[in-house]
């Protein structure tokens, strides 16, 4: 990674997690905001924050501008990993190296507390009416209930917990990434497009590059699965394969989802390539990043 | 209950239940869609949406044009019961006389189908600029989510779960219930005021009648659950008492309870005449349903 990127991706990192504590201050019982502050501390790298921030950026808006969105979004990627991990989901004790919400709070209070940020978010989104008009605050709203909604991410959610214990072809393996994973992934970069005023030609090459970066980044996910650090990971390797999940690697044998990766880089970068933005250079570095990192 | 408000009951339930879903079609994975409808179908009596649409109308307004709101009002009423009735929350086997949204589809899908009922609503509440103008629709967008969320709904859960075994306090049991349920009850009538263009005064006054309506709504909760009929109320009876709970009747006695609610009564009635509405027999007729109900 250069220094350009790491300085910004941390002082970015560091932004965010400040935003999302001061949009939980006071907000509710002592225990139900212990839990919600949790996982919201627990949480990793803030990628669609900032995913939101560099194409806000690179169409000349700011970071100020995205915060109440970016935070939302955020909210309700960590309802979501709460939900997941509870015992009826995947089960899970141990996430980023810390035990999961439930095992420290016990499952009814995670799944409040899940409950909790995932309705907070659409509060919070709410304040964006500070620096956008009300009629681009509404599109941002029903987009955002899209995306994480029975359309988008827990459509995905449902399909990946059906698709369990059995082979799955590579279509519907996309297509589950495609919601469950991609649909966050792709409102991230849409909205900070739709807070930058991008133009219609914009939005739909944005589209393009947010859908090839959202499927690189679950390959990238499948592969680390395969061959990462444990320690850096925070979750035991091989658990795929342990779980008989169907993933890229297991599809396109580790090779082959290689290959699959360095093609959709490939179209990722081709579409924005084909922007022309003016400052397009972070966006550019967060891709690869992105498909190069090892947790 | 008189004819006239029998015919509006119904009617207006019939509308709701349509409206809820036509919004519901194709929304997501056939397993999934049919989780959420099961629980949207086994829906009680839509008294939170008929309150909006009576508020809305006793100032001039038409339920056309409370249809979205409503909606989301009541999926979100209707993903809180699907969680609340978990086994690590109330762990109840049926509601209404039905089983449990878990007990039918199980305890992953039943949080994924709240999960998506809540998300999906706030889709749905953005609809509502069909009719309304995108400032309102932003200002109802808030009110929900605070209504529903740490500061409201959720926390008032917390809060229960908290009370459980233990004596509660008067006051403490009257904040879980502002909490729990009476924060989307007061958003019943006070977003059917937003949506009849209603003056700050009248705002206020509806406010007063909506915190002590929904009051009383909750200790006739109370008081059926020691003296009603478990073919008509669908759930044992009783079973406050045997989970411990402390209750209105239970810390007042039955007579003191019933005397709270006619206090109750009283003073959401000299609110309602405060207002001097050109129509407000049915919202009234609702209130003497509200607290005389028999389930």
Same mark, same amino acid.
Not at 1 to 20: E, G, P, R, V, W
Not at 80 to 105: A, C, E, W
Not at 169 to 185: C, F, Q, V, W
């Given at each position: 990674?250069?220094?350009d990127?790491h300085t910004?991706?941390?002082?970015?990192?560091?932004?965010?997690?400040q935003?999302?504590l001061?949009?939980?201050?006071?907000?509710g019982?002592?225990?139900?905001?212990?839990?919600?502050?949790?996982?919201?501390?627990?949480?990793g790298?803030?990628?669609?924050?900032?995913l939101?921030?560099?194409?806000?950026?690179?169409l000349g808006?700011?970071?100020?501008?995205?915060v109440?969105?970016?935070?939302?979004l955020e909210?309700?990627?960590?309802?979501?990993?709460?939900?997941?991990?509870?015992p009826?989901?995947?089960?899970?004790?141990?996430?980023?190296g810390?035990?999961t919400?439930?095992?420290?709070?016990?499952?009814g209070?995670?799944i409040?507390?899940?409950d909790?940020l995932?309705?907070?978010?659409?509060?919070?989104l709410?304040?964006g009416?500070?620096?956008l008009d009300a009629e681009?605050?509404l599109?941002?709203y029903?987009?955002?209930?899209?995306?994480?909604?029975?359309?988008?991410?827990v459509g995905?959610?449902?399909?990946?917990l059906?698709a369990?214990?059995?082979?799955? &072809?590579?279509? !519907?393996? $996309?297509?589950? /990434?495609r919601?469950?994973?991609g649909? #966050? *992934?792709r409102f991230?970069i849409?909205?900070?497009?739709?807070?930058?005023?991008?133009?219609?030609?914009e939005l739909?090459?944005l589209?393009?590059?947010?859908?090839?970066?959202?499927?690189?980044?679950q390959?990238?996910?499948?592969?680390?699965d395969?061959e990462?650090?444990?320690?850096?990971?925070?979750? &035991?390797?091989? !658990?795929? $394969?342990v779980n /008989?999940?169907?993933?890229?690697?297991? #599809? *396109?044998?580790?090779?082959?989802?290689?290959?699959?990766l360095?093609?959709e880089v490939e179209?990722a970068?081709?579409?924005?390539t084909?922007?022309?933005?003016?400052?397009?250079?972070?966006?550019?570095a967060?891709t690869h990043?992105m498909?190069?990192r090892?947790?």
């Amino acid at each position: 990674m250069n220094n350009d990127l790491h300085t910004y991706l941390k002082d970015n990192k560091k932004f965010i997690d400040q935003a999302l504590l001061n949009y939980l201050d006071q907000k509710g019982p002592a225990s139900l905001l212990s839990a919600m502050t949790y996982s919201i501390k627990a949480g990793g790298k803030r990628l669609r924050p900032i995913l939101m921030i560099a194409t806000a950026e690179a169409l000349g808006s700011s970071r100020e501008v995205c915060v109440p969105v970016a935070c939302a979004l955020e909210m309700i990627h960590t309802y979501s990993l709460i939900h997941d991990d509870l015992p009826s989901m995947d089960n899970d004790d141990f996430r980023r190296g810390q035990p999961t919400n439930h095992k420290v709070y016990g499952e009814g209070m995670a799944i409040l507390s899940g409950d909790a940020l995932l309705t907070h978010a659409f509060y919070v989104l709410g304040e964006g009416k500070r620096f956008l008009d009300a009629e681009t605050v509404l599109r941002l709203y029903q987009m955002l209930a899209e995306a994480a909604g029975p359309t988008g991410m827990v459509g995905g959610q449902v399909l990946d917990l059906e698709a369990e214990e059995q082979q799955t &072809p590579l279509d !519907s393996l $996309e297509n589950i /990434h495609r919601n469950k994973t991609g649909a #966050l *992934l792709r409102f991230s970069i849409i909205a900070g497009a739709i807070i930058g005023n991008a133009s219609e030609e914009e939005l739909s090459t944005l589209h393009t590059f947010a859908a090839h970066l959202g499927l690189a980044f679950q390959i990238k996910d499948d592969i680390l699965d395969v061959e990462g650090d444990v320690d850096v990971i925070g979750k &035991p390797i091989g !658990s795929d $394969e342990v779980n /008989h999940k169907s993933t890229f690697p297991s #599809l *396109l044998t580790l090779d082959g989802a290689k290959q699959r990766l360095s093609q959709e880089v490939e179209m990722a970068e081709q579409a924005l390539t084909r922007l022309h933005l003016s400052e397009s250079s972070m966006l550019r570095a967060i891709t690869h990043y992105m498909v190069q990192r090892v947790s």
